[in-house]
């Protein structure tokens, strides 16, 4: 069974400068996508990022980054020039490359944003 | 405009009573999960359906029950039998398909069940 795991319960990071959020999985798979997805108070889950595993570039959407390591099983989310409406719980999750398959998630990173 | 709602927001429930938590899309997506998350822990998968009346269980399916009648309707029954149904509840869909836009599941507000 694939798991996903996230070190970090929580984090701080002072406005405008950069944080990395870390996870880990496990899968015997060769193909599959990861995402990261954020909650914030209001705990709609937005998705922030998503990463394909056949390939090779980090995703970026504006701030949000990726450093994917498919031998490593490592997919951590940077996030630079952090701005308040970034505070959030932020989850990494897996999904197996098959239609209807369920996300597996991990158990969440506390960012806190210092103004 | 287009997207997920789910209600009630919030709702409360005596020990012993069915509830039904009700989710809608109007995406035209084909696939709806349902996800409960328990502090401290992550999503954790309850059902899915792939399609109108058809349904499988995910990781914690027990007491809970589901149907899918409509393509834009997957609601959710926590019966009697779950022990401990205290947590918030999120309804998520996803298009058909494999493509980089249709293989991400989008999420809907999310309830809040509390068993008093």
């Known amino acids: 069974a694939q798991t996903v795991t996230q070190s970090q319960p929580e984090m701080s990071v002072q406005e405008a400068e950069t944080v990395t959020l870390s996870c880990t999985y496990d899968t015997s798979e060769s193909d599959y996508y990861l995402f990261w997805y954020k909650q914030p108070p209001s705990r709609q889950m937005i998705l922030v990022i998503r990463?394909?595993?056949?390939?090779?570039q980090n995703a970026t959407e504006n701030r949000f980054s990726v450093n994917f390591q498919k031998a490593a099983k490592s997919f951590s989310l940077k996030i630079s020039d952090s701005q308040l409406g970034d505070a959030a719980m932020y989850f990494c999750a897996y999904r197996r490359k098959q239609y209807g398959n369920k996300l597996v998630f991990g158990a969440g990173t506390i960012l806190r944003v210092k103004s | 405009d287009g997207g997920i709602t789910q209600s009630p927001k919030y709702l409360f429930r005596k020990e012993g009573q069915n509830v039904t938590l009700s989710c809608e899309q109007n995406?035209?997506?084909?696939?709806m999960y349902w996800y409960r998350q328990d502090p401290g822990q992550g999503l954790r998968l309850i059902y899915y359906s792939q399609i109108v009346n058809d349904f499988q269980k995910g990781d914690i399916a027990e007491g809970y029950s589901v149907s899918r009648e409509k393509k834009e309707s997957f609601p959710l029954t926590v019966t009697s039998a779950q022990k401990n149904p205290t947590a918030f509840y999120l309804c998520?869909?996803?298009?058909?398909?494999?493509?980089?836009?249709?293989?991400?599941?989008?999420f809907g507000p999310g309830t809040r069940l509390t068993v008093l």
């Open positions: 995406l035209n997506h084909d696939a």
């Open positions: 990463q394909e595993a056949y390939k090779q």
């Open positions: 998520a869909s996803s298009p058909a398909g494999h493509s980089p836009s249709t293989d991400t599941q989008y």
